[in-house]
C-alpha cells in the first residue's frame, strides 16, 4: 500500500486536521462538498515550523450563515497549526478554469482529499489559457525581479529575493515545460533542470544562491528572458 504524503506530516497536525475534518462536516452538513490539502503538505515537501498547510474547503453554497460556521473552526486551525484556508464554490470551479489555469493543474496534479467528492477530477482546461497565463505570471516575475535589484543595490543582498523568485517560477514552467510535450514532476530541481535542458541554460546556480549571487541572478534573468520569448512565440490551438 502506497503512502500518501499526510502520512510525512507530524502526528499532531495529522490529527488537527482530522479534527477539523470533523467540525467542518458537523457544522456544514450537505453543504461541505470537499475538504482538499494542497501545496506542500500534499507534495511532501512539508516543513515544520516553516511551511503553512494548504486547504481548499469547497461549498455548495457560501452564504453568510456558511462562512460564519467556518469562522471559528478555521480561525483555531490557523493560530494553532498554521493551516491557511481558501473557500470555493462548487459550481464556480469550472467556469473560473479560464482565470486560474495553472493554480488548478497545480492542485489537481498535487492534492490529498480529506472529505467528500473531488470536484478537480474530471475538470477541462484549455492550453490557450494555461499559455496566457504563463506569459503573465513570468512577465510580471521579470518586472519584480527588476525592481528587487534596483532595491538591493548588490547582488549580495538579492539572496532571499532570488530564492524566492524561483520557487514562484517553478509552477509557471511546469506548465510551459507541459505545453512542449515534456512533463515534470512538481520537485523544485527537476523543474528547473528540465528548463535548463529546454533553453541551454545551466540551471546549477539557482539551488546554490548564496555561494554565488550574482550567478544565480544572471542565471534567472537568463532563464526568464528564454521563457518569456518561448511563451510569447507559442501558438496554442
Not at 538579492?158 to 517560477?169: F, N, P, S, T, Y
Not at 509557471?172 to 528547473?192: D, Y
Not at 546554490?208 to 507559442?234: H, I, N, S
Request: proline share 5%; charged share 25%; no cysteine.
Amino acid at each position: 500500500m502506497s503512502k500518501s504524503p499526510m502520512d510525512a506530516l507530524p502526528e499532531p497536525l495529522r490529527k488537527r486536521l482530522q479534527s477539523l475534518q470533523g467540525e467542518l462536516s458537523r457544522a456544514l452538513g450537505d453543504n461541505l462538498v470537499a475538504l482538499l490539502v494542497f501545496g506542500s503538505a500534499a507534495r511532501g515537501e512539508f516543513r515544520e515550523q516553516v511551511s503553512d498547510v494548504d486547504l481548499v474547503v469547497v461549498l455548495r453554497e457560501a452564504s453568510a450563515a456558511a462562512l460564519s460556521a467556518l469562522s471559528n473552526p478555521l480561525q483555531v486551525a490557523r493560530n494553532a497549526a498554521r493551516i491557511e484556508a481558501m473557500v470555493l464554490v462548487a459550481d464556480e470551479i469550472p467556469r473560473a478554469a479560464d482565470v486560474f489555469p495553472l493554480f488548478y493543474d497545480d492542485l489537481r496534479s498535487s492534492h490529498v482529499l480529506l472529505h467528500g467528492t473531488d470536484p478537480f477530477a474530471s475538470l477541462v482546461i484549455a492550453d490557450h489559457h494555461r499559455r496566457l497565463r504563463i506569459e503573465q505570471e513570468l512577465r510580471e516575475a521579470s518586472i519584480r525581479l527588476r525592481r528587487a535589484v534596483i532595491d538591493a543595490g548588490s547582488p549580495r543582498n538579492l539572496v532571499g529575493a532570488i530564492d524566492r523568485k524561483v520557487k514562484q517560477i517553478r509552477g509557471p514552467l511546469r506548465a510551459l515545460l507541459s505545453l512542449h510535450g515534456r512533463p515534470v514532476g512538481p520537485a523544485l530541481a527537476e523543474v528547473l533542470a528540465a528548463a535548463g535542458q529546454l533553453y541551454k541554460i545551466d540551471q546549477a546556480p539557482l539551488l546554490r544562491t548564496r555561494e554565488d549571487p550574482a550567478a544565480a541572478l544572471d542565471t534567472l534573468q537568463r532563464l526568464l528572458l528564454a521563457a518569456v520569448d518561448d511563451v510569447d512565440r507559442m501558438e496554442v490551438q
